[in-house]
């Protein structure tokens, strides 16, 4: 009977240390599923994360190029050169052009000159109009037209005796009294010192680059 009853006991204590065992394996199976669940979870949130920001890094370079070949249409960057427009400009000076056909009267326009190189001027003769200076006074078409831009220094000028800006006509500059189609008479701002087309000539439409973008 006793020997039955051990026998009996040994056999629980088997089933119950297979039980146990059964159930470790099972947990430590669990456990393992749960980590590399958890692993293959993290991984692709890493994942997932650098392409976000492969994206985003693609999406500025492209955007940035994007940007650069369509700006160039329609602007572009100098440096100004010398000293012709001061005070409003000085050496050195970076300014953004924006490029077009179309100017009024004052604007400061970015052309190439006869000697092949891009110079700053202020637009003070239009297509159509006849030019003249007197005393320092702009007419256009025989009416005083303001030049605000430069008062300060015209008063100075004649404080000293002298004229900020030589007496010429447009005639002077061409063979007709008004400018023909599609030539411009620009004006360094420093008129003492500036060379514009009172040297060089009118301004062709052809070799306009475009104004000062403000």
Do not use: C, H
């Amino acid at each position: 009977m006793k020997k039955r009853n051990s026998e009996e006991n040994k056999q629980k204590k088997k089933e119950t240390l297979a039980k146990s065992n059964k159930k470790k394996r099972t947990s430590d199976s669990f456990t393992k599923r749960k980590k590399k669940s958890k692993g293959s979870i993290q991984k692709k949130k890493i994942q997932r994360r650098k392409q976000i920001l492969r994206d985003t890094i693609l999406t500025a370079v492209i955007t940035l190029l994007m940007t650069v070949v369509i700006g160039s249409f329609f602007f572009k960057v100098i440096t100004v050169q010398g000293f012709g427009m001061i005070p409003t400009l000085r050496n050195g000076d970076i300014l953004l052009v924006q490029k077009n056909n179309e100017f009024q009267r004052f604007d400061l326009a970015v052309f190439v000159n006869e000697k092949n190189k891009t110079q700053v001027r202020r637009i003070i003769g239009l297509p159509g109009e006849k030019i003249a200076y007197k005393e320092d006074i702009l007419y256009v078409n025989d009416q005083p037209i303001d030049e605000k831009f430069i008062v300060d220094e015209v008063n100075e000028s004649q404080r000293n005796g002298k004229n900020f800006t030589e007496d010429f006509t447009s005639e002077d500059l061409t063979s007709t009294k008004i400018i023909p189609d599609g030539y411009y008479l620009v004006l360094g701002d420093n008129r003492s010192y500036a060379t514009d087309s009172r040297v060089y000539g009118l301004i062709s439409l052809e070799n306009m680059i475009g104004k000062i973008y403000s």
